[in-house]
């Protein structure tokens, strides 16, 4: 694995989107939430991806230029089009906007229609926490899943994202797609020729697989614990889509193998201001009960740490933040090498 620093991947990241026509402001926007999300850990929804948004920009399927509106609002709620632009940008204008509805109402909702891609759901869940507030983030997606008793794909991933502040720049958060395994798995497995667990797919009949091979022409994902993380897709799709005016289900195209077509994904984000409800030292002071007593459950055999939620997320962000670099895999590489050919901005690895 090749090493990177974290400050020249936000130049990086940042030039290479105002080549493909953003404003300077979007795109240090959009560069911050990709590069929070690789210290994270999470590789796959970062700046890996970042050749692929602007491949996108230069097929139609995004607008460069695009700015969301705020097309209906009430007190503790709006509804934003984002335009065809950026997911992040439409993300981050929605979340902001639903942390400074709660600061007046204690509870705002805010969704968000004609979107794309947005990233990880974690970093807008976040950005309520970073606020003292409880945050929801969620987004449909392009059906890949099955149904139960289904056959073939009627669902998207559709990831789900909550945080919650522990008072000392942290948070407890999730941040999960709501199928049994990430498409990103099954085609490593294809890679590989290797056998795939039965839970992961089931093929053009219904049935459970481990042909790896079968996806995505002729198997679909299936759903996280079945009929639970079914149920919870559905409520995803209700709030980012249904509410909002985006496509829904079929209506969604992949944002990545489609790139002309416009993505129309919907979001939804909600915010909790706490200290409406309670004194917010009081709130943090149960927090950390909460985590105490979870963390201080008693250990599995050969276990030697209980973890909170996002605690390993938040282990990985301070070392990178310490180091002030982060690992990346050849494909991060290769994908910032081919966006650096692309753009003619220079990029520099360690």
């Known amino acids: 694995m090749a090493k990177i620093k974290l400050d020249e991947l936000r130049r990086f990241s940042a030039k290479a989107l105002v080549k493909a026509g953003m404003s300077e402001e ?51 709620w709006a509804i934003i089009n984002g335009n065809k632009a950026v997911g992040m940008v439409s993300a981050c204008k929605a979340m902001n906007l639903a942390i400074k509805k709660a600061k007046e109402t204690g509870v ?41 008793n289904g056959c073939k794909k009627a669902i998207g991933t559709n990831p789900f994202s909550f945080a919650a502040p522990l008072g000392n720049g942290k948070s407890v958060f999730l941040d999960i797609a709501l199928s049994n395994v990430a498409a990103l798995k099954v085609i490593m497995a294809q890679e590989k020729g290797m056998a795939i667990p039965d839970t992961w797919l089931v093929d053009r009949d219904g049935l459970p697989t481990t042909d790896a091979g079968k996806f995505p022409k002729e198997a679909s994902l299936q759903p996280m614990g079945a009929h639970k993380g079914y149920g919870l897709a559905v409520l995803v799709e209700i709030l980012a889509a249904v509410i909002t005016g985006a496509g829904l289900l079929s209506e ?19 915010a909790v201001d706490v200290s409406k409800m309670m004194p917010y030292e009081k709130f943090i002071e149960r927090m950390n009960k909460m985590a105490q007593e979870l963390k201080n459950a008693p250990k599995a055999k050969n276990a030697d740490r ?14 990178a933040l310490e180091s002030g670099e982060i690992e990346i895999t050849d494909a991060m590489a290769q994908s910032y090498i081919k966006l650096s050919e692309l753009t003619g901005v220079e990029i520099k690895f360690n």
């Open 26 to 76: 979007d795109a240090a926007t959009t560069a911050e939430v990709l590069i929070t999300t690789d210290t994270f850990g999470v590789l796959t929804h970062g700046t890996k991806n970042l050749y692929q948004y602007i491949l996108k920009m230069q097929a139609g399927g995004l607008d460069a230029k695009a700015a969301a509106t705020v097309e209906g609002e009430g007190p503790s």
């Open 108 to 148: 705002a909702y805010v969704g968000v229609k004609n979107s794309c891609h947005f990233g990880a759901a974690g970093y807008y869940a976040n950005l309520a926490a970073k606020e003292g507030m409880i945050g929801l983030a969620m987004s449909n997606a392009d059906p890949v899943i099955a149904v139960p």
């Open 252 to 270: 969604i195209t992949s944002w990545n193998l489609d790139l002309s077509s416009t993505n129309n994904a919907g979001h939804g984000f909600i």
């Open 306 to 319: 209980i973890y909170l939620p996002g605690e390993m997320e938040w282990d990985k962000r301070s070392a």
